[in-house]
């Protein structure tokens, strides 16, 4: 049985901004974006010229919010996807640290997110590093 990948996350980082969306792709619709280029989160950050990963975590924040009110921080039970490693491969590995601010702050605002690679490795200094390092001081792995 395949898993049906229903809501997917999205990211477009450009030097200026940072968009995420979360898109249905039964019928090809963004369901939830958040965005620095909001006029709203944009007067909040101090970016400048750049936006650097506290703007990203805002920009996550700011989704979870938008999620919840529409009811789909679980994806309809299903979780919302998100492939770290291909976001990374496209953006570029100097954005790698925005992308998991992006991720983290949805997972800490208590949307399900479900990762596609096993063998994600957040960076150090990241909640997710973190828990992954105590999860395996905990129960270590064959």
């Known amino acids: 049985m395949t898993l049906l990948k229903r809501y997917v996350l999205r990211?477009?980082?450009s030097l200026k901004y940072i968009t995420a969306?979360?898109?249905?792709?039964?019928?090809?619709r963004i369901v939830a974006t958040a965005s620095t280029v909001e006029h709203a989160l944009k007067n909040s950050l101090e970016c400048g010229r750049s936006c650097n990963a506290k703007a990203a975590a805002v920009v996550?924040?700011?989704?979870?919010?938008?999620?919840r009110v529409d009811g789909l921080e679980h994806g309809q039970g299903r979780g919302i996807h998100v492939n770290v490693n291909k976001e990374?491969?496209?953006k570029g590995f100097q954005n790698r640290t925005k992308i998991w601010a992006v991720v983290n702050a949805l997972n800490n605002n208590g949307v399900k997110l479900i990762l596609e690679d096993?063998?994600?490795?957040?960076?150090p200094g990241s909640s997710s590093y973190i828990d992954r390092q105590r999860d395996d001081r905990t129960n270590p792995r064959d």
Request: charged share 30%; glycine share 8%; no cysteine.
């Open 60 to 67: 996550g924040e700011v989704l979870a919010m938008r999620l």
């Open 88 to 90: 990374i491969e496209k």
């Open 11 to 13: 990211l477009f980082i």
């Open 118 to 123: 096993e063998d994600n490795i957040p960076p």
């Open 21 to 28: 969306n979360v898109v249905d792709r039964n019928n090809g």
